[in-house]
C-alpha cells in the first residue's frame, strides 16, 4: 500500500481547524432559527444542535479511522482488523444511534394535540402574491382587526396561527417562532406557539410562488403582555384623520386614486384588493420587507412600483405631479 | 507540497482569506464615505434613484446620482457645492415646491454626510 | 507565397516606422503641439486638405439636390430680407461689412458675392441648409423652412449682381419679414428620432447634458439624460410623458420658474423630435 505523506498531512491539518470556524453564526439574528423566542423554537434549535454535535462526532471518529486505514498494514493496531469493529461499530452503533436520535426527534418535534388552559391569541394570516394579510381575532373567533406584512404577537400567551392562501401554495416561516408551514388554497393549516422572548424577528415565504417569491419577507415584533396591549387598542383606532390641508389634499388624493384596492379606516376608501393601510405609517417596512418605510420610499412605491418588484399586483401611480405625489405620499405616512 | 510550514502558513491565509468575503457586497469605498452610505440606505433613496456604490439602488423615478459631483446645478438652479447639496437633500421642497422629491426630516448631519459621500463620485 | 526571413524583416520594418510615426503625433499632441488659437492660421498643406476636402463633400452631396425655380420676387423679397436679418451678420454685403464678432471668425465667413459666382445654387442651397461642421456656420434647416431657404439661396445667386449702391436700395425697401419655422409647414410629418438627434446639436443641448450616442454630449451642466425613458419625472415635477417632455423642452420657465434651463425658442416639430429620440435612452 502506498504511503501518501502529502494527503496525511492536510488531513491532520485540516484536524486542527478550530470548531468555532466551522460552527455557523447567525448572519441574520432576526431570522436565525438557532436564536430562539418561543419554547417551540428552543426545542427545535436543541435538537438541531443535536443533531449537528452528534454528527460532528461520528465524522471526526470516521475521519480518524479512515486515516489510520490508509496508512497501510504496518501502521494499523491488531483491533481494528477484527471483525467485532466491523460488525459493532459498522452496523450496530449507527443503528442504535439513529433509533436514539430519532425517538428524541419525534419526542422534541412540537405538537398539537393536548388541551389548552389559556385561550389562544387566534391571528389568520392569508398568503398572497407577494404579500400577508393579517387579521386578529377576538374571543369569539370574530376578525377584530385586519393589517399586513406585520405580525405581532405577545409574550407568555399561546399563539394560533391560521394559514390559508387565496391564489398559490405559499409558506409561513418565522425561524425564531416556530418551523415552517405551508398556505395551500382551499386548506386551513394551524401553527401554534408560546413565545418567550421579546425582539424584532423576521420572518420569510418558503415556498416558491412566483416571480417575487424573494420578497415576500413578514416583519414580526415580540412583545411584553402590556405593550402587546397598547400595541393592539392604537391599531384597532381608525386611521389618523387629515388634520391639516396638506393631509386633507392628501386624503382626497388616496380615496380617488387607492381607495379602489386599500381600506383606511375612517376614511371613505375601503378597498379590500389590496392591504390595509389604516396604520401603514407605523409599520418597520413597506411591500413586506422589499423597502424602508418613510415618505420617500412611499412615493417611490407609488410611482414606480412595478420597478421596485417586478409584476406585483399594483399598477404605478407614475401620472401624479410632484405636488400631487408629495401630498399623497405624505398622507400616507401620516397614517401612524 | 514538501514543506510543512509553508503548507501551514499558506492554508491558514486562505481560511483568513475567504472569511474576508463575508463583507457587504457595496465596492470598495474611500474612508469617511461610509457615514453618507448608510444613511442612503437607511432612507432608502435608491428607491428613487440610481447610485453607483449602493448595491440595489436602481430607481428611476429621480435622475440617476451617477457623476452628481461634476453637474454644474442641481436640481435645475442650484449651483452645485457641498453645501448646497446638503440644503437641497434636507429641504426639497423649500428650493422646487411641488418637487416629487419629498422632504423627508433628513438631519442636517446625515445630509451633509450623504452630500460628502456623492461627492466623491465623479 | 513563402514567408522568407526577408520578407519578415520587410513587415517589421514598416511596422515599425508606422509605430515610430503614431508616436511621434502621439506625443506631438499630448505635448499640445498644434495651436488651434485663431490667431494660428492653419500651414499650408493643412488648410489646402480641409478646403479641398471641404469642397468635394459639399460638391458630391449638393449633386442630388433639385433646383427649384424661385421667382425674382421672392429671391429679392423674402430672400434678401432673411439675407439682411441673418447672414449680413457674419457674411458682410455688398459694401458692408459683417459684424465685428464675425470678423475673426476661423475659417472666415466667405464673401458670398464670390460664393454665386463659384460655386452651384444646390451646393449654396447644401451649406445654408445643412452647415459646416467646425466653423460658424450653422445647419438653418431648423430655423427656416424649405420655401426660405431657397428664397435665401436665390438670393445669394444675384449677389454677384448688386453693386453696394443697389443692394442699399433694395435692402431699405424690404420689410421685416414675419418669421416661420419648420414646424409652420403644412404637411404633418411623424416624430423622427433621427431629426431629434439633430436638433440636439442644434439647439446646443449638447453643451449640457450628458446623452448616451452623441458624440461630444458629455458636459454635465444639467443631469444626464441617460435612461430618461424609463425616468418617471422630468424636472422633479412633471410625470414624464411625450406630452409634458416636448412641453419643458419648449418652455422650461414657465414650468419651473428660475430653472438654469433656458428659452431656447424649439419649435414644436423639433421638441416632438427631440422627445421621440429621448424616448429610446432606456
Known amino acids: ?292 418605510n418613510n415618505v420617500g420610499t412611499m412615493a417611490a412605491w407609488i410611482v414606480s412600483n412595478q420597478h421596485l418588484k417586478p409584476g406585483n399586483r399594483m399598477p404605478e401611480f407614475d401620472r401624479l405631479s410632484g405636488a400631487d405625489l408629495t401630498a399623497l405620499a405624505n398622507y400616507v405616512v401620516s397614517l401612524q | 507540497m514538501t514543506n510543512r510550514p509553508l503548507v501551514r502558513w499558506w492554508l491558514r491565509g486562505l481560511v483568513v482569506l475567504l472569511l474576508g468575503a463575508c463583507s457587504a457586497a457595496d465596492e470598495d469605498m474611500p474612508p469617511g464615505s461610509l457615514a453618507g452610505a448608510d444613511a442612503i440606505r437607511r432612507y432608502g433613496c435608491g428607491t428613487c434613484h440610481i447610485i453607483p456604490g449602493i448595491e440595489g439602488a436602481l430607481g428611476t423615478v429621480g435622475p440617476s446620482l451617477a457623476g452628481v459631483a461634476r453637474r454644474v446645478y442641481l436640481a435645475g438652479r442650484l449651483p452645485n457645492t457641498p453645501d448646497t447639496m446638503a440644503q437641497w437633500i434636507s429641504n426639497p421642497q423649500r428650493f422646487v415646491p411641488g418637487s416629487a422629491m419629498p422632504d423627508m426630516q433628513v438631519s442636517l448631519a446625515d445630509a451633509r454626510a450623504i452630500a460628502s459621500f456623492l461627492g466623491r463620485r465623479r | 507565397m513563402n514567408l522568407t526571413p526577408a520578407i519578415y524583416r520587410r513587415i517589421a520594418t514598416l511596422a515599425g516606422a508606422l509605430a515610430l510615426v503614431m508616436a511621434t503625433a502621439g506625443i506631438m499632441l499630448l505635448h499640445g503641439g498644434y495651436n488651434v488659437a485663431a490667431t494660428a492660421p492653419h500651414t499650408a498643406p493643412v488648410f489646402a486638405l480641409l478646403d479641398y476636402a471641404s469642397r468635394r463633400s459639399i460638391a458630391v452631396r449638393a449633386r442630388f439636390v433639385v433646383v427649384p425655380p424661385v421667382p425674382a420676387d421672392v429671391a429679392l423679397g423674402r430672400g434678401l430680407a432673411i439675407y439682411r436679418d441673418h447672414c449680413v451678420q457674419c457674411h458682410g454685403a455688398p459694401g458692408i461689412a459683417p459684424d465685428p464678432f464675425a470678423l475673426g471668425l476661423s475659417p472666415a465667413a466667405a464673401n458670398l458675392a464670390l460664393v454665386a459666382r463659384e460655386r452651384k445654387p444646390a451646393e449654396v442651397y447644401w451649406t445654408v441648409r445643412y452647415g459646416l461642421k467646425m466653423t460658424a456656420m450653422p445647419a438653418w434647416e431648423f430655423r427656416f423652412s424649405e420655401a426660405d431657404l431657397w428664397a435665401v439661396t436665390a438670393f445669394v445667386g444675384y449677389l454677384a449682381e448688386l453693386s453696394p449702391e443697389a443692394y442699399r436700395d433694395v435692402a431699405a425697401r424690404v420689410p421685416a419679414p414675419r418669421p416661420t419655422t419648420p414646424s409652420a409647414d403644412p404637411g404633418k410629418s411623424p416624430p423622427d428620432p433621427r431629426r431629434g438627434e439633430m436638433a440636439l446639436h442644434q439647439y446646443a443641448c449638447i453643451t449640457c447634458h450628458e446623452i448616451p450616442g452623441i458624440v461630444g454630449a458629455d458636459h454635465p451642466v444639467g443631469p444626464s439624460l441617460a435612461g430618461i425613458a424609463v425616468r418617471r419625472y422630468i424636472a422633479g415635477t412633471l410625470p414624464n410623458t411625450p406630452a409634458n417632455l416636448v412641453a419643458w423642452i419648449r418652455s422650461p420657465g414657465t414650468i419651473k420658474p428660475g430653472t438654469a434651463m433656458p428659452d431656447l425658442q424649439v419649435s414644436e416639430r423639433d421638441a416632438t423630435d427631440v422627445a421621440a429620440f429621448l424616448s429610446g435612452l432606456r
Open chain 1, 1 to 292: 500500500m502506498n504511503r501518501h505523506p502529502a494527503l496525511e498531512r492536510t488531513f491532520r491539518w485540516l484536524l486542527r481547524i478550530p470548531a468555532w470556524l466551522v460552527l455557523a453564526q447567525p448572519a441574520f439574528a432576526s431570522q436565525s432559527p438557532l436564536l430562539a423566542h418561543s419554547e417551540e423554537a428552543s426545542r427545535t434549535a436543541t435538537l438541531a444542535w443535536v443533531l449537528f454535535s452528534g454528527g460532528l462526532l461520528v465524522f471526526i471518529a470516521v475521519g480518524v479511522l479512515l486515516v489510520v486505514a490508509v496508512r497501510g498494514a504496518r501502521g494499523r493496531p491488531a483491533w481494528m482488523t477484527t471483525r467485532g469493529l466491523l460488525v459493532g461499530g459498522g452496523i450496530a452503533f449507527p443503528a442504535i444511534v439513529l433509533g436514539l436520535l430519532l425517538v428524541y426527534t419525534e419526542v422534541v418535534t412540537p405538537r398539537f394535540g393536548g388541551e389548552l388552559t389559556v385561550a389562544p391569541l387566534r391571528v389568520s394570516v392569508t398568503g398572497q402574491m407577494w404579500w400577508w394579510r393579517v387579521r386578529y381575532h377576538g374571543a369569539n373567533g370574530e376578525p377584530i382587526l385586519v393589517t399586513a406584512n406585520e405580525l405581532h404577537v405577545p409574550i407568555g400567551r399561546p399563539v394560533e396561527i391560521v394559514l390559508d392562501s387565496t391564489d398559490v401554495i405559499h409558506s409561513f416561516w418565522v425561524p425564531g417562532l416556530s418551523g415552517m408551514q405551508d398556505m395551500i388554497p382551499g386548506r386551513l393549516n394551524r401553527l401554534r406557539f408560546v413565545a418567550d422572548t421579546a425582539g424584532t424577528l423576521r420572518g420569510q415565504c418558503t415556498e416558491y410562488c412566483g416571480l417575487q417569491h424573494a420578497k415576500m419577507s413578514l416583519d414580526v415584533r415580540v412583545h411584553a403582555p402590556e405593550e402587546f396591549d397598547r400595541w393592539l387598542a392604537a391599531q384597532l383606532a381608525p386611521g389618523r384623520a387629515a388634520d391639516t390641508a396638506a393631509l386633507v389634499r392628501g386624503q382626497s388624493l388616496f380615496v380617488d386614486q387607492c381607495g379602489a384596492c386599500h381600506a383606511v379606516r375612517g376614511s371613505a376608501a375601503a378597498g379590500t384588493t389590496g392591504p390595509d393601510l389604516t396604520h401603514v405609517g407605523s409599520r418597520m417596512s413597506l411591500a413586506a420587507g422589499a423597502l424602508p
